[in-house]
T-cell receptor
Framework: QQKVQQSPESLTVSEGAMASLNCTFSDGTSNNFRWYRQHSAKGLEVLVSIFSDGEKEEGRFTAHLNRANLHVSLHIREPQPSDSAVYLCAVSPTNSAGNKLTFGIGTRVLVRP | EAAVTQSPRNKVTVTGGNVTLSCRQTNSHNYMYWYRQDTGHGLRLIHYSYGAGNLQIGDVPDGYKATRTTQEDFFLLLELASPSQTSLYFC??????????????FGEGSRLIVV
C-alpha cells in the first residue's frame, strides 16, 4: 500500500524567504502528484499538479518531481503571511479517479511578517 | 462559480445518535468522495461514488453508509454514532475524464463531535 510521508512536520519562514517542503512516496509506479493547501480546518485547494520528472510552476508555487528518488517537493517563492497553512502532498498511480489517491499528513507552514 | 457545499458545518450528537452529512457539488463532476481528517492520520477515504445510485467503499468504511441521490448530491450517514467518529469530514468531487484528471475539489468541511 502506498505510503506518503512529508517533512518537515512544521516550518516557520520569514515573509519573502523561500519555503521548501518535501514529500516521499513508496510506490515507484506513481505518476500523478498534487500539492494542496489547507487553511485552518477549511477545505483543501489544489496548488500545483505534476505528472513527469522535472519542474512545474504555478505562480509562486513550484513542484519538483524525481520519481527515481521517490521524491516530490514544493517551493514557495516570496511567501506571505496569507500562505500560512497546512500543505498536503497527494499521490496516485495514474490520472484516475481519486479512490487511488493517498495523502500525506501535511506540513504546517507559518510565515512571519 | 463551481463549488462543493457541505452541511451542516458543525454538529454535536450523542453516542448512538443518527447523523446525516450532506454534500452538493455544482462542478458537473461524476465522482464524489467522503473523507475524514484526523490528527496523525491525514485524509482517509470513507466512501465514494461515480454517479447517481452508485456507491463504492473506501479505506475506512466501517460505521458509515452513504447514498448518491443525484449527480450533485452525496450524503454520509452515521446511524449509530460513536465517539471514534468525532472528526472533520470533507466532501470532494472530481472528473477523471477532464484534463484536471483526479484533482479533487473540496468542500469546507463538516466538524462532527460525538459525546
Amino acid at each position: 500500500q502506498q505510503k506518503v510521508q512529508q517533512s518537515p512536520e512544521s516550518l516557520t519562514v520569514s515573509e519573502g524567504a523561500m519555503a521548501s517542503l518535501n514529500c516521499t512516496f513508496s510506490d515507484g509506479t506513481s505518476n500523478n502528484f498534487r500539492w494542496y493547501r489547507q487553511h485552518s480546518a477549511k477545505g483543501l485547494e489544489v496548488l500545483v499538479s505534476i505528472f513527469s520528472d522535472g519542474e512545474k510552476e504555478e505562480g509562486r508555487f513550484t513542484a519538483h518531481l524525481n520519481r527515481a528518488n521517490l521524491h516530490v517537493s514544493l517551493h514557495i517563492r516570496e511567501p506571505q503571511p496569507s500562505d500560512s497553512a497546512v500543505y498536503l502532498c497527494a499521490v496516485s498511480p495514474t490520472n484516475s479517479a481519486g479512490n487511488k489517491l493517498t495523502f500525506g499528513i501535511g506540513t504546517r507552514v507559518l510565515v512571519r511578517p | 462559480e463551481a463549488a462543493v457545499t457541505q452541511s451542516p458545518r458543525n454538529k454535536v450528537t450523542v453516542t448512538g445518535g443518527n447523523v446525516t452529512l450532506s454534500c452538493r457539488q455544482t462542478n458537473s463532476h461524476n465522482y464524489m468522495y467522503w473523507y475524514r481528517q484526523d490528527t496523525g492520520h491525514g485524509l482517509r477515504l470513507i466512501h465514494y461514488s461515480y454517479g447517481a445510485g452508485n456507491l463504492q467503499i473506501g479505506d475506512v468504511p466501517d460505521g458509515y453508509k452513504a447514498t448518491r441521490t443525484t449527480q450533485e448530491d452525496f450524503f454520509l450517514l452515521l446511524e449509530l454514532a460513536s465517539p471514534s467518529q468525532t472528526s472533520l469530514y470533507f466532501c470532494a468531487s472530481s472528473d477523471p475524464g477532464h484534463h484536471s484528471g483526479n484533482t479533487l475539489y473540496f468542500g469546507e468541511g463538516s466538524r462532527l463531535i460525538v459525546v
